[in-house]
């Protein structure tokens, strides 16, 4: 929840792209795998299951080449916006050394997460944590033994295994930050529940709704086209759809 002013709001976001689709996803999986958090008894479910979530995403996809494209274009844009006099300047470099940086780690790399399937422990537990309750002890005896090595063993294996997907993480969030600072909040209006509005080629929607609004945003469409409803969390009288005018402020992300 966000607060905007004094007041209160909850954040939505909407992907117009299907890359940008999988670089939120990613994100959102992310907040299980922090690196400085220790893996232990309580938490190795959630953590495991997050990595395996990464690589999977990956394997469907080329989130590599997708986040170097984008990163490339921010850079060729980044000149561009160079020769505009009311710049900041001093920003404006800082933001390309960034850009430069997350590049020049990026290109060398060549699948991520390669090396993750040939860990022994790894490779062994993987396919368990799809499995309802596959990760008992009895199933998988090389993790209840790795749970039970000093603190330091297991932290060192989880900075080995995060290594591995480091440097695409910061190119992607760094990507995704650009992306979002692209567009700032406007005030919007949703008559009778609904926006539907044509624009520019988008890849992100970002919505801000009052907290104390009993309803939530249905979102759809693609990168020039998008639709906004908005339903009751609780049915009145057996209807979902919102019918009066709904004011809240919106972000269109190119």
Request: some cysteine.
């Amino acid at each position: 929840m966000d607060n905007n002013n004094s007041h209160a709001t909850i954040a939505y976001e909407y992907p117009l792209l299907e890359r940008v689709r999988t670089y939120l996803r990613l994100e959102h999986i992310l907040q299980a795998l922090q690196p400085d958090t220790p893996v232990t008894l309580q938490n190795y479910t959630r953590y495991f299951s997050a990595l395996f979530a990464i690589l999977d995403l990956c394997e469907r996809s080329d989130v590599r080449t997708d986040v170097q494209k984008d990163l490339e274009r921010r850079k060729a844009q980044l000149k561009v916006w160079a020769q505009h006099p009311d710049v900041n300047q001093d920003s404006l470099e800082q933001t390309s050394n960034h850009v430069n940086q997350a590049l020049q780690a990026i290109q060398p790399i060549n699948r991520v997460g390669s090396n993750l399937k040939q860990d022994r422990l790894l490779s062994a537990i993987r396919q368990r944590f799809a499995m309802p309750g596959g990760t008992c002890n009895f199933d998988v005896p090389q993790l209840h033994f790795w749970l039970h090595q000093p603190q330091q063993v297991r932290d060192e294996d989880a900075a080995r295994w995060w290594s591995e997907l480091e440097i695409l993480v910061n190119g992607l969030l760094l990507e995704l930050e650009l992306m979002r600072g692209q567009a700032r909040f406007q005030p919007v209006s949703a008559p009778n529940g609904l926006l539907q509005e044509s624009t520019e080629p988008l890849s992100l929607l970002r919505i801000r709704v009052p907290a104390d609004l009993a309803a939530y945003p249905v979102i759809s469409g693609h990168k020039q086209r998008f639709s906004i409803r908005f339903l009751r969390y609780e049915p009145i009288n057996g209807k979902a759809s919102v019918d009066e005018q709904v004011d809240f402020e919106l972000a269109l992300c190119p």
